[in-house]
């Protein structure tokens, strides 16, 4: 496999994150799947270790927080909080993803904060736990089919509606929800709110039960004419600047979630590895994949996906470091490693056979998790008709 050095900078920060993960999420990760919507305690202590090493400098970027879009240095070359968060978060989700999405202040929400937030309200929401809320019963990857209203009343947005799947919804101080000004208008007039979680007419509805990451919870929340302060508004309230603004956030999400099936499949692959070797199965690097033994030469092909996968995830952090617009690059990683997670965890099920189906190991588990990643912050199909629209300059009504 090709292994590129980590920068000299991040490495102290990113081994901590693997330490992390193996001595903390990893051997509480089945305890939290199976007492699903029982709060982590120990994700507190981290929490904290998090941001001391923020406030020392140690880190430049402990998670989704950490995230916010730089301007090129002058040399040319920044490697900044966008590609040492998607470092840390691949280490941290070899543990457990559910666990890392279940972290304190390290929300989606907080990274919607910190890519279009003002300066003045970047430091208002510092140290809040956000998440963010998009899906609707009625709307799910159609952005511009959003019902929830934004009604300007004085100095307040009037907020109605119903949002679904919203990740650490019961457990969050925020959540930066996602509102049109005027449904006629379409994705212009979206724009996106922080709405504290003590603000009335904001309430939680019910948690769901599902298939994986079970340790992160997932809120239903509903609005009925809640009222958020003119200055919560993200960004600017001007519709003729349109979707952009709101649509810059998932340049800065889609990576990180990418990062995040990229250290699940690592983790799958690095498990399966270790039960082929004990079963007498040896990956020989240096024979043709038609040399080897059916099951490694199936390891082998999993390993080049998985390899492709985090080179894309780099490569879409970096430019957003360096300045420059990544959201083909962006949509190309959350599509290529959300797909080859969800191939790399089953087929490493079904490589390991009954240790892989059984709770006996973490596989059967990975691969539950596994699926959400290529769903949530846009599905497959999102993914791919975003880079065809790129990639043939057509806009989403020319191509649908």
Sequence with gaps: MINLETPKKFRAFVNQAHQVAAEMLRPNSRRYDLAEHEYPV????????????????????????GVRRSAAAEDGVVNGSNLSSVLSIMEMCWGDVGLLLSMPRQGLGNSAIASVASDEQLKRFEGVWAAMAITEPE????????????RLDGDAYVLNGEKIFVTAGGRCDAVVVWATLDKALGRAAIKSFVVMKDTPGMSVERLE?????????????????????????????????????????????????AAMAVGCARASLEVTRELLAEAGVQVDYDRPVHQQPAAAATYLTMEADWEAAYLLTLQAAWMADNGQPNSLQASMAKAKAGRTANDITLRCVELTSTLGYSEHHLLEKWSRDSKILDIFEGTQQIQQLIVARRLLGKTSAELK
């Design 42 to 65: 120990e994700l507190d202590m981290l929490a904290a270790m998090v941001d001391g090493l923020g406030a020392s400098g140690t880190s430049s970027g402990a998670g989704a927080s």
């Design 139 to 150: 709307c799910g990857s159609d952005s511009a089919n959003i019902r929830t209203t934004a």
């Design 209 to 257: 039960h599902k298939l994986g990451i079970r340790a992160s919870d997932t809120a239903t929340i509903r609005f009925e004419d809640c009222r958020v302060p003119v200055e919560n508004l993200l960004g600017t309230a001007d519709i003729d600047k349109g979707f952009a603004g709101v649509m810059q956030t998932f340049d800065n999400t889609r990576p990180l979630v």
